[in-house]
């Protein structure tokens, strides 16, 4: 088993930025890619941006692209998303998860270990 922690949600202003943290158990953290997931109330859980095992590869949804950045320390066990200009519609549950499948990035049942979440609320 894995587990996830994710970290650093709350309340922010539109136009700020918020860093979240996404702790993850086990020594094999290296191993694996890692996402960003978030889910709005009422709405489908959407990909936010992706993280190969070296960091060399990332994938951005359009959406946050420009305002997102996603990185990892694989010493601390650790991936981060720094959230930048913040909008009102991404208020959300932000949710870290590690991908186990190879095709599909974006798609939420290419994750196999997910985090309770975090809450990120932006007021306007």
């Known amino acids: 088993q894995v587990q996830l922690v994710e970290s650093g949600g709350g309340l922010v202003q539109a136009g700020g930025s918020l860093r979240l943290s996404c702790a993850a158990s086990g020594r094999t953290f290296s191993s694996y890619a890692m996402g960003w997931f978030r889910q709005a109330p009422g709405k489908e859980r959407e990909f936010v941006a992706v993280?190969?095992?070296?960091?060399?590869?990332?994938y951005y949804a359009d959406s946050v692209k420009g305002r997102f950045t996603i990185s990892r320390d694989n010493g601390k066990n650790t991936v981060y998303l720094q959230m930048n200009s913040l909008k009102p519609e991404e208020r959300a549950v932000y949710y870290c998860?590690?991908?186990?499948?190879?095709?599909?990035?974006?798609?939420?049942?290419?994750?196999?270990?997910w985090g309770q979440g975090t809450q990120v609320t932006v007021s306007s």
């Open positions: 998860a590690r991908r186990r499948g190879n095709s599909y990035y974006t798609r939420a049942y290419e994750y196999d270990y």
């Open positions: 993280i190969n095992w070296s960091g060399g590869s990332i």
